[in-house]
């Protein structure tokens, strides 16, 4: 599996974390506002890559540790 290299915050469009690899309206997972993850992997299915995230309140971000 590949795994994107970045950190950083993650974009959420309409309660929805969006693929940050595809840059469209790919939805990945739903987000609610009192979400909270920590080191969740998430696939997209359409580019075929793999993301480990950090989701806190709603707020999105790449995880840094493995």
């Not at 920590?38 to 806190?56: A, G, M, P, Q, Y």
Request: aromatic share 8%; hydrophobic share 25%; proline share 3%.
């Amino acid at each position: 599996m590949q795994s994107q290299g970045f950190s950083g915050k993650l974009t959420v469009k309409d309660g929805f974390l969006q693929c940050p690899t595809c840059r469209g309206n790919k939805k990945l997972l739903k987000i609610e506002p009192d979400t909270t993850a920590t080191n969740l992997i998430v696939f997209c299915r359409f580019c075929k890559t793999e993301h480990r995230i950090d989701i806190s309140r709603g707020q999105c971000f790449e995880s840094r540790g493995q």
